[in-house]
């Protein structure tokens, strides 16, 4: 636990904190809305020759400030088309590696035939050479990189119309990359867009999700899984619609609309979008089964852009979302916050829509809160008032000049920021989780760091933490501020990745420029510039030996799953040594169970509590710990 006492000393001294309060946008901002067409994603097919673009760009990396390394790279900036890959992991012994989608040359026509896997590895002192070519022989894009084996590594991308291309090596950091190719099905379908996780003894299990591109069983396009098995060298599942994501439920599940997460035999999957339910598919056998958790209720699940018309404006996920699973199998959940509309009452061109840019908040949710309950107006359930009214909003953005509202000043009037794929202010989230604490990092516009021409704001990788898995959420930081060479960059992508080591809590990569918004948009005309992909060394060791860095002064108590039916799964997280005792009351606060767990050690203990003969109704749990006791509701079905 030292490691996690440390970060609250160290985070006071490196980045400047900002409270938890919410300021406003201006009314007149916030209720301003930007017609937008909706575009199907597409790659471009490289032509027959290299054009020799040379880079216009910067190398800043003699420049970083801090614990900061430049790793990678790129002209070509578009790295999701809504839901970001599993790009970057960390190792038990503390080397570490990550990937981007890389492209350099031949910007013309945004075709970019030397396009592919940028990829850098950190030996446990060093990160490598930034890459000056691709890893594979021909042009992919969109890598998810996983552990392999033993001590292995595995990459997939897709050769777009193609195939799928695995990448694959059994020692991390070194050695030829054998290559793998996946069809898919066949028929029209162009297997595209890729994620991909490990899983199992030895990460023996390779569980997938793609895109079908094409039309494909009843929808406009499709989400299929697949498992290939290490230890026979088959695909034992291939190609299948699961359970609840087919055409009876979704009109269509489309490019990068999924994300993924494992941890021991657990795998996730994890699927988002502005236009159908936010909902995951978990599976405790390392995808042999799965279950269907529908987080929130999308109230036009067969959205269609050319008819679907609508009565108020929907408070939706932003197109931007991810997650994690903790020590006890729960998940973990966050998503950026949009808004958006085909009005009934004011109906745009078929295959447009309204969104509302001055949208801002990043929520959060975890297996133990059950269905988000809708408000009132089911149209406003992902409001980011309301979402804070019922504890699931854990990131926006900050009043940085203390003026009471965001952007009350700055710009022209036009939307001060870009989109991107997602539509919300704070964007693009990541989340990660090392013992009983969370990290969140997200891209947020920033007010007062503004571009020279006064018209648009940079955004910055802001970070929080919560100490209590999700529980509570302590101050935000600005990972950017005050740092001379993160002034005029535009810091997106962020990826936060839990860090195993005796020593280590959290790593983060993300991608910087110094222009917003991306070069590949090709409506906005922008010239190429060079992106570069900077890790940012987690690694918090000043006041280690501080005992007096304590998170709380009473032991924190985690259940799961809340509600619960015959077992209940505590976790205890101790500052010191302590005797410890569990009681279960009722509303009358009559004492139903007495539990003595005995004597535990300092840092987070866990046990299980048999509550099969509770009826169902609400109780309340008290964990005593030496003279301290804390309390939290329990919910039995």
């Given at each position: 636990?030292?490691?996690?006492?440390s970060?609250?000393?160290?985070l006071?001294?490196?980045?400047?904190g900002?409270?938890?309060q919410?300021?406003?946008?201006?009314?007149e901002?916030?209720?301003k809305?930007?017609?937008?067409?909706?575009?199907?994603?597409?790659?471009?097919?490289?032509?027959?020759?290299?054009?020799?673009?040379?880079?216009?760009?910067?190398?800043k990396?003699?420049?970083?400030?801090?614990?900061e390394?430049e790793?990678i790279?790129?002209?070509?900036?578009l790295q999701t088309?809504?839901n970001l890959?599993?790009?970057?992991?960390?190792?038990?012994?503390g080397?570490?590696?990550?990937?981007?989608?890389?492209?350099?040359e031949?910007p013309?026509g945004?075709a970019?035939?030397?396009?592919?896997?940028g990829?850098n590895f950190?030996?446990g002192?060093?990160?490598?050479?930034?890459p000056?070519?691709?890893?594979?022989?021909?042009?992919?894009?969109w890598?998810?990189?996983a552990?392999?084996?033993e001590?292995?590594?595995?990459?997939v991308?897709?050769?777009?119309?193609?195939y799928?291309?695995f990448?694959y090596?059994?020692t991390?950091?070194t050695?030829?990359?054998?290559?793998?190719?996946y069809?898919g099905?066949?028929s029209?379908?162009?297997?595209?867009?890729?994620?991909m996780?490990?899983?199992g003894?030895?990460?023996?299990?390779?569980?997938?999700?793609?895109?079908?591109?094409?039309a494909y069983?009843?929808?406009?396009?499709a989400?299929?899984?697949s498992?290939?098995n290490?230890?026979t060298?088959?695909?034992?599942i291939?190609d299948?619609i699961l359970?609840?994501?087919?055409?009876?439920?979704?009109l269509?599940?489309?490019?990068?609309?999924?994300?993924m997460?494992?941890?021991?035999d657990?795998?996730?999957?994890l699927?988002?979008?502005?236009?159908?339910?936010?909902f995951m598919?978990?599976?405790p056998d390392?995808?042999?089964t799965?279950?269907?958790?529908?987080i929130w209720?999308?109230?036009?699940?067969?959205?269609?852009?050319?008819?679907?018309?609508?009565?108020?404006t929907l408070?939706?996920?932003d197109n931007?979302a991810?997650c994690a699973?903790?020590?006890n199998?729960?998940v973990?959940v966050v998503?950026?916050?949009?808004?958006a509309a085909r009005?009934?009452?004011a109906?745009?061109?078929?295959?447009?829509y309204n969104?509302?840019?001055y949208?801002?908040?990043?929520?959060?949710?975890n297996?133990?809160?059950?269905?988000?309950?809708?408000?009132?107006?089911?149209?406003?359930?992902?409001?980011?008032?309301y979402?804070?009214?019922?504890?699931?909003?854990a990131?926006w953005?900050?009043?940085?000049?203390n003026?009471?509202?965001?952007f009350?000043?700055?710009?022209?009037g036009?939307?001060?920021f870009?989109?991107?794929?997602?539509l919300?202010?704070?964007t693009m989230?990541?989340i990660?989780?090392?013992g009983?604490?969370?990290a969140l990092?997200?891209?947020?516009t920033t007010?007062?760091?503004v571009t020279t021409?006064g018209?648009?704001n940079y955004?910055?990788?802001?970070?929080?933490?919560s100490?209590?898995?999700?529980?509570?959420?302590?101050?935000?930081?600005?990972?950017?501020?005050?740092?001379?060479?993160?002034?005029?960059?535009?810091?997106?992508?962020?990826?936060?990745?839990?860090?195993?080591s005796p020593?280590g809590?959290f790593?983060?990569?993300?991608?910087?420029?110094?222009?917003p918004?991306l070069?590949l948009?090709?409506e906005?005309?922008l010239?190429?510039t060079?992106?570069?992909i900077i890790?940012?060394?987690?690694?918090f060791?000043?006041?280690l030996?501080?005992?007096?860095?304590s998170?709380?002064?009473?032991?924190?108590l985690h259940?799961?799953?809340n509600?619960?039916s015959?077992t209940?799964?505590?976790?205890?997280?101790?500052?010191q040594?302590a005797n410890?005792?569990?009681?279960?009351f009722s509303?009358t606060?009559q004492k139903i169970i007495?539990?003595?767990?005995?004597?535990?050690?300092?840092?987070?203990n866990?046990?299980?509590l048999?509550i099969?003969?509770l009826?169902?109704?609400?109780?309340?749990c008290t964990?005593?710990?030496?003279?301290?006791?804390?309390t939290?509701k329990?919910?039995?079905?």
């Amino acid at each position: 636990m030292k490691k996690i006492f440390s970060l609250l000393v160290l985070l006071g001294i490196l980045y400047s904190g900002y409270a938890q309060q919410r300021a406003p946008v201006n009314r007149e901002l916030y209720n301003k809305s930007v017609v937008r067409k909706h575009l199907s994603p597409y790659d471009e097919v490289a032509p027959g020759q290299n054009q020799n673009f040379l880079s216009p760009g910067v190398n800043k990396d003699a420049q970083l400030l801090g614990d900061e390394t430049e790793i990678i790279e790129t002209v070509y900036d578009l790295q999701t088309n809504t839901n970001l890959a599993n790009r970057f992991w960390v190792w038990e012994d503390g080397t570490m590696a990550a990937v981007c989608t890389r492209g350099v040359e031949s910007p013309a026509g945004f075709a970019f035939p030397d396009r592919g896997t940028g990829y850098n590895f950190f030996d446990g002192s060093a990160w490598g050479p930034k890459p000056s070519a691709r890893i594979e022989a021909v042009k992919t894009g969109w890598p998810s990189i996983a552990p392999w084996g033993e001590n292995g590594e595995i990459i997939v991308s897709h050769n777009f119309p193609n195939y799928l291309l695995f990448s694959y090596r059994e020692t991390k950091g070194t050695g030829t990359w054998e290559t793998m190719n996946y069809n898919g099905p066949g028929s029209s379908v162009q297997p595209s867009w890729p994620r991909m996780v490990t899983s199992g003894e030895n990460n023996n299990y390779l569980s997938m999700v793609y895109n079908t591109y094409n039309a494909y069983q009843g929808q406009t396009a499709a989400m299929l899984y697949s498992r290939y098995n290490k230890d026979t060298q088959t695909w034992d599942i291939q190609d299948v619609i699961l359970d609840g994501t087919g055409s009876d439920y979704y009109l269509e599940i489309n490019a990068d609309d999924y994300v993924m997460a494992s941890k021991g035999d657990i795998v996730v999957i994890l699927c988002s979008s502005a236009w159908f339910d936010l909902f995951m598919l978990k599976s405790p056998d390392n995808g042999e089964t799965w279950e269907k958790t529908i987080i929130w209720n999308h109230p036009y699940p067969f959205f269609d852009f050319n008819s679907t018309l609508m009565s108020d404006t929907l408070y939706t996920v932003d197109n931007s979302a991810t997650c994690a699973i903790d020590d006890n199998g729960m998940v973990h959940v966050v998503w950026g916050i949009g808004r958006a509309a085909r009005l009934a009452a004011a109906p745009p061109e078929p295959g447009y829509y309204n969104y509302w840019p001055y949208t801002d908040g990043v929520g959060y949710w975890n297996e133990s809160m059950g269905q988000i309950p809708e408000n009132d107006n089911v149209h406003h359930t992902m409001m980011p008032e309301y979402l804070e009214s019922i504890g699931m909003l854990a990131g926006w953005t900050q009043d940085v000049n203390n003026s009471g509202f965001i952007f009350d000043y700055e710009g022209t009037g036009d939307p001060q920021f870009p989109t991107y794929r997602s539509l919300g202010i704070s964007t693009m989230p990541s989340i990660a989780i090392n013992g009983g604490m969370i990290a969140l990092a997200y891209a947020s516009t920033t007010e007062t760091y503004v571009t020279t021409d006064g018209t648009m704001n940079y955004k910055h990788i802001w970070t929080r933490f919560s100490y209590d898995l999700g529980e509570t959420w302590g101050d935000f930081y600005d990972l950017n501020a005050d740092n001379l060479f993160h002034m005029y960059d535009e810091c997106i992508y962020p990826v936060v990745a839990p860090d195993p080591s005796p020593d280590g809590a959290f790593q983060l990569i993300y991608q910087a420029d110094n222009a917003p918004d991306l070069y590949l948009d090709e409506e906005l005309q922008l010239e190429p510039t060079l992106n570069r992909i900077i890790h940012n060394s987690m690694n918090f060791t000043v006041g280690l030996n501080d005992q007096s860095a304590s998170i709380s002064d009473n032991p924190l108590l985690h259940l799961f799953p809340n509600p619960a039916s015959k077992t209940v799964h505590l976790t205890v997280d101790l500052t010191q040594p302590a005797n410890v005792a569990c009681e279960i009351f009722s509303m009358t606060g009559q004492k139903i169970i007495g539990h003595h767990a005995g004597q535990m050690n300092k840092g987070i203990n866990t046990f299980d509590l048999d509550i099969s003969s509770l009826s169902s109704g609400i109780y309340f749990c008290t964990i005593t710990a030496g003279i301290e006791k804390v309390t939290k509701k329990l919910i039995v079905k």
